[in-house]
């Protein structure tokens, strides 16, 4: 959200806001974001915070839209003035990566190397470069900025900067929020290393670290001066992204940690010839939710993907394979696991008479293909007499008849679950972001042996995060 301008009201209000901002120890801009936000939430909608009934808890509460809004997080991110400013940029895109709202402050120094319009454009905020801003400073708009936040980041922080936080300066708007703000700091410095290393930096930082400041890096290696090299670079944007994460968030639990997770994703790609292949229209995105959220969880994953356009998430083993027969020599390599998931979309027969060169067109039509069925990569493991995992977990992606079918498949291939999805065109969920599930399990006690739960519409990484609360849950009821 754009920062607000209170301005337009009459007297009365404007004297009614300033009475309740310093009641509750607030800005008047930061009382109106409270007024709005709860009236916002008395106005959402109860059904879309609705959960399946048999979840836990903790799934319910990812799920709740209303609980998200209140959890997103600001940060006022402060620009020096130094060459790796221009860094700071890509910071701003790492920081809103993991949700966080950002506003930028830019010393006069550092709009030598970037511009206000450059960071506004890419926080989609107001960047704030003056102390004296009418428009900012009619409700202490520095102050504002020192408080409306739950974290202060400084990248980069210069030598001269750091200084002046260390004995108490206060002469422009980055130095009057560093000294006003009762927030975290993070300070993430860059400099050549012989300022680095120079006595008065290294008492200026080391009274910072006793003020409560924290610091990352700088690192080494070579600087922006032609043959200067050592100790002064500025960590990277996403180090310090991740930095501001913990600083901020508090640890997830780790339900899963000490288990091994495999998870299949993506297509594969039968050859026909050397240019030429069977494929499916799946992206894998909701495989890699699933690996990401899993790995969030604590588990050790390993996640055998297909050929799709998306980056290995974060701490995945990730190993990428073409065919399905590929597919299953990687799967029989990673076992054993504590779960198999098998996401992937892996096609059902490939051509056996694949051509060792690109086939021509002839007069005589079309080239004979004939076709020979896949490895059933599920089927197989289900049915490991050793080595086979406790659970394991199909996907049937249907396009009519989903619960018969589903039911028909996980009947058929012996796996513990099936997650049922329709993916006919109109539902838009091949190569979408969101999805509607039905997790498909064995109950003798219901007339068809069969136990159905529907899941709202929700995105594919919250489906991950519900189906990831689930496993965490059968599995811990499997170990006790």
């Known amino acids: 959200m754009a920062s607000l301008t209170i301005r337009k009201l009459d007297e009365a209000i404007k004297a009614e806001l300033r009475v309740r901002a310093a009641r509750n120890g607030r800005s008047v801009e930061d009382e109106v974001r409270v007024i709005l936000r709860e009236a916002a939430t008395d106005a959402l909608p109860t059904a879309t915070t609705e959960a399946p009934s048999s979840r836990s808890a903790t799934s319910s509460e990812r799920l709740d839209y209303r609980s998200k809004s209140n959890a997103i997080q600001n940060i006022t991110l402060i620009i020096g003035g130094g060459i790796a400013a221009y860094k700071a940029l890509d910071l701003i895109r790492r920081l809103k990566e993991r949700g966080f709202i950002v506003r930028c402050v830019i010393t006069h120094a550092a709009q030598q190397f970037v511009t206000p319009l ?14 004296f801003d009418p428009a900012s400073e009619f409700d202490a708009g520095h102050i504002r900025l ?11 922080a210069t030598a001269d900067l750091m200084a002046k936080m260390a004995n108490g300066h206060a002469d422009d708007l980055a130095t009057a929020i560093l000294l006003a703000t009762n927030r975290p700091i993070l300070l993430a410095p860059a400099m050549n290393p012989l300022m680095w290393d120079n006595a008065a930096t290294r008492r200026n930082v080391a009274q910072l670290v006793r003020d409560g400041v924290t610091l990352i890096g700088p690192g080494t290696g070579e600087m922006a001066e032609a043959g200067e090299a050592g100790v002064g670079r500025m960590s990277e944007p996403t180090e310090i992204a991740d930095a501001a994460v913990r600083m901020v968030r508090p640890q997830r639990p780790r339900p899963l940690a000490g288990k091994r997770i495999l998870i299949t994703a993506g297509p594969t790609h039968e050859p026909i010839d050397p240019v030429r292949y069977i494929a499916n229209r799946s992206s894998g995105k909701q495989g890699f939710a699933i690996a990401a959220a899993a790995h969030a969880a604590g588990a050790d994953v390993t ?4 050929p799709v356009d998306l980056a290995d998430p974060a701490g995945v083993n990730v190993k990428r394979v073409e065919s399905a027969r590929d597919m299953l020599q990687q799967v029989e390599t990673t076992l054993p696991v504590d779960v198999a998931i098998f996401a992937a979309a892996v096609a059902d027969w490939r051509v056996a008479n694949e051509g060792s060169q690109k086939l021509k067109k002839t007069q005589g039509g079309m080239p004979q293909l004939e076709l020979v069925e896949n490895p059933d990569i599920l089927a197989t493991v289900s049915h490991l007499t050793q080595r086979r995992p406790p659970l394991v977990i199909g996907f049937a992606a249907e396009t009519e008849h989903l619960l018969d079918n589903a039911r028909s498949k996980l009947a058929r291939k012996g796996c513990d679950w099936i997650v049922a999805n329709d993916v006919s065109p109109a539902t838009g969920v091949m190569g979408g972001d969101r999805n509607t599930i039905h997790l498909i399990s064995k109950d003798d006690s219901s007339d068809d042996g069969f136990h159905v739960e529907s899941w709202p519409v929700m995105t594919k990484d919250d489906v ?6 689930r496993i965490a849950t059968t599995v811990k009821d499997q170990t006790s």
């Open 118 to 131: 450059s960071a506004s454009a890419l926080s989609n905020n107001r960047a704030y470069t003056d102390l």
């Open 146 to 156: 020192a408080r409306d936040c739950d974290l202060v980041i400084v990248a980069p």
């Open 303 to 306: 996640l055998i993907t297909g």
């Open 464 to 469: 991950a995060a519900a189906l990831v609360d």
